[in-house]
């Protein structure tokens, strides 16, 4: 479960600017979900890879 309030609101924010999500819907989505931090030079995913989850990246570099 994700814990971090800022990144829930932040994620909420841009959720709700992308679509009509329900409050309902964003609580469920973060009720299962969890929040990972990378270090540098770890990947999510790599090319090539057929993703098996989605994220959403909160702060970061490309």
Known sequence: MMKSGDTY?????????????????????????????????????RNGEIPKKYAFVAIGNS
Do not use: T, Y
């Open 9 to 45: 609101r932040k994620l909420a924010e841009v959720l709700r600017a992308l679509a009509s999500v329900p409050d309902e819907e964003i609580h469920k989505l973060f009720e299962n979900g969890v929040l990972k931090a990378f270090l540098p030079g770890e990947f999510f995913i």
